[in-house]
């Protein structure tokens, strides 16, 4: 269980989770993740939904043990700050066998995973993490 | 307008599991108002609580809080801004006095962490940071603080150890105030060696669960009888508060500009002591290089080399131990590091002194800096 997030709440942001959309604006040309109804760096709305690239490089990683309440089977979480080149996003890394395989600069991919199920027979649901691209293994 | 404090109540950060959230504000409250003689002239209640809904079961807490400790029919008004909210408590204080809606507010900060298991507590924690992507893992309270600490360390080229001199010093500082939660000395290479919560943030590098209150009064010029200290001026800002939308996440950019505009309007020089944000070992320095007062990435070495200590030179930083070791209860941590500062002025903080302290500066900000305050407190 992830944090007992509401169905409508995933449906909402169903684009930018399994689709991996950003905004950029038509002002400055800065993209951002995930979207917001403004510009964060200079305030315009005139923005655009742009699809981002599904591969890019690791900035920043973390191994968490201290993980949340209803989590605690998944631990410990890998978690990143990735370089998609237009912009940076942070994302949960999965598929991580060994963690000294993760270093700055390596190359990783967006795939679709699970992160939360209502439950034995409920919802399950979705969104994109990221893993250490192919080559590197 | 400056305004003044007259009065301020403390209690041990820790966890008070014999005592509810309105139990230890009613603690630090009559402390308080004890020192100002009477309840009578205190015009309103500024609560700071970020988590009393979730922790407490308890919406309006200021207006139940009133009616707790004796003070019925006062206006009254819960103020969150996340980590921040106790000096967003203090800003609006300031407000209410400059537009003359009440000349005595009495602003009390509380915080109960510890009434559910601390994996709760991570997840209520998680809400600090912005909640349209974060919320949809399970990462805790301390995965952006971690992914800036690598960052901070591969960009500067700065090791581990060399930055666990910052949480030694909290400890050591923390010693000496008896309402720090953690009063006891570490060497810093004990930091690395502690359990890892994120790595590279280990348990000693980021601030204890505890519970805590704090409460001060604020007074205008006309009723003023004897106070501590002043608060001259408080400034804020909003920022990305985002570790992948900023350009440059080695700067917090909301405190960047909080404190360019405080400079505008006060004079920042010959600062004796500040009580800063250290939730985790990385914020403190990047913190000291966002106002200037360390280049980029060399504030770990001046901290390592005794620098920002009772033993170097000013400003001291930190006396009551900060976040890290006199521990943060969120939205008290700001009323706990104005009340600290106001007895620092007036001589009268039991902990370490800072000789001749005359003026402070306090920086508190939510997550990585979403929001961030600064107040300079002035002897009066």
């Known amino acids: 269980m992830a944090m007992d997030l509401s169905i409508s709440r995933f449906w909402r942001k169903k684009v930018s989770l399994y689709r991996l959309y950003g905004s950029r604006c038509k002002a400055c040309g800065k993209v951002h993740y995930p979207p917001k109804k403004a510009c964060p760096y200079c305030g315009s709305r005139d923005l655009e939904l742009i699809e981002l690239p ?35 996003v942070v994302a949960e890394l999965t598929d991580v066998v060994d963690k000294n395989s993760l270093k700055e600069g390596i190359e990783v991919e967006a795939v679709l995973r699970k992160t939360q199920e209502d439950r034995d027979s409920g919802l399950i649901y979705y969104l994109l993490k990221f893993r250490p691209a192919m080559v590197h293994r | 307008m400056v305004v003044y404090i007259e009065g301020v109540g403390l209690t041990k950060v820790g966890r008070h599991y014999g005592l509810s959230i309105k139990d230890l504000a ?72 400059e537009s003359h809606q009440a000349d005595k507010v009495l602003v009390i900060g509380a915080e109960k962490l510890t009434e559910y298991v601390s994996s709760k507590a991570y997840k209520q924690l998680q809400m600090l940071y912005d909640s349209d992507l974060r919320s949809f893992y399970n990462i805790g309270f301390a995965a952006d603080a971690a992914l800036l600490m690598r960052l901070y360390m591969n960009t500067y080229d700065v090791d581990r150890e060399t930055l666990s001199y910052w949480p030694a010093l909290m400890h050591s500082n923390a010693k000496e105030n008896p309402y720090a939660m953690l009063r006891f000395a570490i060497k810093p290479d004990r930091v690395s060696k502690s359990q890892i919560l994120a790595d590279p943030i280990t348990l000693l590098d980021a601030y204890p669960i505890g519970d805590g209150a704090a409460a001060v009064i604020v007074s205008s010029k006309d009723v003023v009888k004897a106070p501590l200290a002043k608060v001259t001026a408080i400034e804020s800002s909003t920022g990305l508060g985002e570790i992948e939308l900023l350009d440059d996440p080695l700067i917090f950019d909301s405190l960047l500009n909080a404190y360019r505009k405080l400079s505008s309007i006060a004079d920042v020089s010959q600062i004796d002591f500040m009580e800063i944000h250290d939730s985790f070992t990385i914020v403190a320095p990047i913190i000291l290089e966002s106002i200037g007062l360390a280049e980029r990435g060399k504030a770990p070495e001046l901290i390592a080399e005794g620098h920002f200590s009772s033993n170097g030179d000013k400003p001291l930083i930190n006396p009551s131990g900060g976040l890290k070791a006199r521990g943060h209860p969120i939205g008290a941590t700001g009323v706990y590091q104005v009340a600290e500062s106001a007895l620092q002025i007036s001589g009268e903080f039991p902990g370490i002194k800072v000789d001749n302290a005359r003026r402070g500066l306090v920086i508190s900000l939510n997550g990585l800096g979403s929001n961030s305050y600064v107040a300079l407190l002035e002897g009066v």
């Open chain 2, 26 to 97: 009613a603690q630090v409250a009559f402390n308080a108002i004890e020192q100002v003689g009477e309840p009578e002239g205190i015009d309103y209640l500024i609560f700071s609580s970020a988590l009393a809904p979730l922790q407490d079961n308890q919406l309006d807490i200021a207006g139940y809080v009133s009616s707790y400790i004796g003070l019925r029919g006062i206006r009254a008004l819960n103020v969150e801004a996340g980590e921040a909210s106790g000096l967003a408590a203090i800003s609006i204080a300031k407000s209410l006095l």
């Open chain 1, 54 to 88: 599904k591969k890019g490089k690791l900035l920043s990683y973390t191994t968490i043990y201290a993980v949340p309440e209803g989590a605690r089977l998944k631990s410990p979480i890998y978690f990143g700050l990735i370089d998609l080149g237009v912009t940076k």
